[in-house]
T-cell receptor, first 111, second 114 residues
Framework: SQQGEEDPQALSIQEGENATMNCSYKTSINNLQWYRQNSGRGLVHLILIRSNEREKHSGRLRVTLDTSKKSSSLLITASRAADTASYFCATDASTGNQFYFGTGTSLTVIP | ETGVTQSPTHLIKTRGQQVTLRCSSQSGHNTVSWYQQALGQGPQFIFQYYREEENGRGNFPPRFSGLQFPNYSSELNVNALELDDSALYLC?????????????FGPGTRLTVL
């Protein structure tokens, strides 16, 4: 079974609005990463946050991590139609060489 | 473009057959990971190779096997195909093991098992 669960499963917003998606995971981690996928193609890395970090920014992206709640959130500000994609969180397992993706959030940005 | 290529793009097989999928890593990357992504699901980690050795495996049976070559290209082999093996297969290359840094994904191979 997958380590992470994203919430919501689907999100539809107007261009210019902010989009927030959440991720929960089950076991201790070293890092948490967010990836984006367009239409069933390869994934693109967005950002990595380490377990000792609480917040990280990259352009219009803001990621938070709460290890006590085993959760993370991804905020996309001032969304654009081109942000339409599926977004996945992914975690390693601190006890072994494995890597887990969540179930994903499908984001639709309406022009 | 990530520089990671996969072949073939699409493949149709029948149940019980064997399949080999190929991946060419980004130049300089010594780690490759393979994932299975069923329709509407997140990618599931199959295994990871570092310098030609398997050094991490997900919850997949032994009929899923792999190879990594000295030039860091790799193969995913699946024996005794089952209908549930129908999925998008993704490879990703990186400088470090999957959980420690950015992975660069190929476009995937869409496998259909009839």
């Amino acid at each position: 079974s997958q380590q992470g669960e994203e919430d919501p499963q689907a999100l539809s917003i107007q261009e210019g609005e902010n989009a927030t998606m959440n991720c929960s995971y089950k076991t201790s981690i070293n890092n948490l990463q967010w990836y984006r996928q367009n239409s069933g193609r390869g994934l693109v890395h967005l950002i990595l946050i380490r377990s000792n970090e609480r917040e990280k920014h990259s352009g219009r992206l803001r990621v938070t991590l709460d290890t006590s709640k085993k959760s993370s959130s991804l905020l996309i500000t001032a969304s654009r139609a081109a942000d339409t994609a599926s977004y996945f969180c992914a975690t390693d397992a601190s006890t072994g060489n494995q890597f887990y993706f969540g179930t994903g959030t499908s984001l639709t940005v309406i022009p | 473009e990530t520089g990671v290529t996969q072949s073939p793009t699409h493949l149709i097989k029948t149940r019980g057959q064997q399949v080999t999928l190929r991946c060419s890593s980004q130049s300089g990357h010594n780690t490759v990971s393979w994932y299975q992504q069923a329709l509407g699901q997140g990618p599931q980690f199959i295994f990871q190779y570092y310098r030609e050795e398997e050094n991490g495996r997900g919850n997949f049976p032994p009929r899923f096997s792999g190879l990594q070559f000295p030039n860091y290209s790799s193969e995913l082999n699946v024996n005794a195909l089952e209908l549930d093996d129908s999925a998008l297969y993704l490879c990703a290359s990186s400088l470090v093991q999957a959980g420690l840094g950015e992975q660069f994904f190929g476009p995937g191979t869409r496998l259909t098992v009839l």
